[in-house]
């Protein structure tokens, strides 16, 4: 346990931080849990928009690093452009 008045104050920050990261860290995860989990073109492109706002948002906030938030939206890009191919190429969409 702290002694000092100022290492008090720190576990009080920190747990504060804790709990701020925890719950944009689990906002985060369901934003692109929803993307891959998008059952239309339409519905994982409006999906993919949401999730790039969250992720740039939890970024900026310093949860997760500016370059894992870019490898992030890329990665959902990817998924959502080779959704768009495989729909394309059984012509489910014209």
């Known amino acids: 346990m702290p002694h000092h008045r ?3 104050k720190r576990v009080r920050q920190s ?3 804790r709990l701020y990261n925890r719950r944009n860290k689990r906002l985060l995860k369901e934003a692109i849990k929803a993307v891959y989990q998008a059952t239309t073109l339409e519905q994982a492109e409006e999906l993919l928009r949401k999730a790039y706002s969250v992720i740039d948002r939890v970024a900026a906030h310093g949860v997760i ?3 894992a938030a870019a490898n992030r939206k890329s990665r959902l890009a990817n998924f959502v452009q080779t959704l768009r191919q495989r729909l394309a190429a059984s012509g489910s969409i014209q």
């Open 15 to 17: 747990e504060k931080r």
């Open 65 to 67: 690093h500016e370059n």
């Open 6 to 8: 100022s290492a008090k």
